[in-house]
Every structure is written in structure tokens, then in C-alpha cells.
């Protein structure tokens, strides 16, 4: 069981290059987002998806697009990567019922841009 | 401005030791997550509490829901070195599926 899988675990662009992170789940999760990490800030939700079709924003979406054709997949795209977007990456799929939500992460992409 | 504020931020201890991190906020949450994260991988579930006052034990490690549900603490006796990591507490709130994320707990165990 392959859970959450992101590709690829590293990659470096140049400033204005864009590019796709992808994401997919075998868990038939409906709810999946996508978090950004930085050094003392913790996890920050940049978008996420409630089921094929449906997305909204996070805290920090400015840069970032997403879109959700397919229950397994939900990739993300920096439209033009700045060196801000220097990050760590992280995928998530959830499960959730009436009071709790459960969260299964990816190993995430470490993303430099130059 | 934080929603979980979690403290403390570093924390170095010997193996041995019990230590205690706390996981705050002025806002409910409907349920509270910790996880654990180990440098190059993403979060893992430790436990999931969603009753005020609910306490759960996961062999060494403690976790305790307060009983407004604002806040939790997660406790570990006798600390080893494999428990050295990251500690994230994460809530969701009413009925959005959204986690919230604190800035999360460095623990570093030393034999």
C-alpha cells in the first residue's frame, strides 16, 4: 500500500521557471491539501481539495495553483517559481468523519529556486 | 498570529529524562492530531484525541485534550534517543477539514 507518493523528492529552478509538483493517493481519500515548511514556521496550508472538482485556498496560495480531476491525483503548480517559494513541500490525503480528520503526509519535495 | 501555539519550541534532554510539550490556543477545536516527523520524511500520526479531558497512552508517550478543548500536552517518560524528532500538533475546527498546524516542538534525546 503506497499511501501518498510526491514526485520529485528534490528539484531546483531558476527565477520565472514553472513547474508541477504531483501528488497522488491510493486510500480513496476525498480530502487532499498541500503544505508548504520553512525553518520556525511550522506546516502552512497553501490549497486544498474536498473532492474532485472542488478546491480552495489555504493561508499562503499567492504563486500556486491546484487542480483535482481525479479523486488519486492533485497536483500543484508554481506559475512563475521566486525565490520565496524556496520550501519543502508536503502532500497530504485525509480521512474524515464527524469529529476528527486524519491526515497521511507524502516525503514531501525539497524545492530550491535560484 | 498563531492559532496553536506550541511550546516549548527546542527542548534537549538525556536519555532517560521525561519531558512534557504543550500544544495552547485561545480558539475549540472539534479534535487535536500529534504528529511526529523525522528530518526528510513528512508528519506521521502519533494520536488523535476528540473528547475534552480524553487522555491517551501510546506506550512512553501520554496525550492529554484539555477539558475545553482549546488545548493539549503530550508527556513522555524515560525519553530514548528513537524518540528524537519533531512534534507537531495539528486541529480541525466546527465542521471544516482543515488542519491547523502548529509551529511544532524539537526534541533532540542524548544518550
Known amino acids: 500500500n503506497a499511501g501518498v507518493t510526491q514526485t520529485p523528492k528534490f528539484q531546483v529552478l531558476k527565477t520565472g521557471q514553472s513547474m508541477t509538483l504531483q501528488c497522488a493517493q491510493d486510500?480513496?481519500?476525498?480530502?487532499m491539501s498541500w503544505y508548504r515548511q520553512d525553518p520556525g514556521m511550522g506546516l502552512r496550508l497553501i490549497h486544498y481539495s474536498v473532492g474532485a472538482g472542488i478546491t480552495d485556498q489555504g493561508e499562503v496560495p499567492n504563486g500556486y495553483n491546484v487542480s483535482r480531476s481525479t479523486t488519486e491525483d492533485f497536483p500543484l503548480r508554481l506559475l512563475s517559481a521566486a525565490p520565496s517559494q524556496t520550501s519543502v513541500y508536503f502532500c497530504a490525503s485525509s480521512y474524515s468523519n464527524l469529529m476528527n480528520t486524519e491526515a497521511f503526509f507524502g516525503q514531501g519535495t525539497r524545492l530550491t529556486v535560484v | 498570529t498563531q492559532l496553536l501555539e506550541q511550546s516549548p519550541q527546542f527542548l534537549s534532554i538525556q536519555e532517560g529524562e521525561n519531558l512534557t510539550v504543550y500544544c495552547n490556543s485561545s480558539?475549540?477545536?472539534?479534535?487535536l492530531q500529534w504528529y511526529r516527523q523525522e528530518p526528510g520524511e513528512g508528519p506521521v500520526l502519533l494520536v488523535t484525541v476528540v473528547t475534552g479531558g480524553e487522555v491517551k497512552k501510546l506506550k512512553r508517550l501520554t496525550f492529554q485534550f484539555g477539558d475545553a478543548r482549546k488545548d493539549s500536552s503530550l508527556h513522555i517518560t524515560a525519553a530514548q534517543p528513537g524518540d528524537t524528532g519533531l512534534y507537531l500538533c495539528?486541529?480541525?475546527?466546527?465542521?471544516?477539514?482543515?488542519?491547523?498546524f502548529g509551529k511544532g516542538t524539537k526534541l533532540t534525546v542524548n544518550p
Open positions: 480558539s475549540v477545536f472539534s479534535s
Open positions: 495539528a486541529g480541525t475546527q466546527g465542521g471544516s477539514e482543515k488542519l491547523v
Open positions: 486510500m480513496n481519500h476525498e480530502y
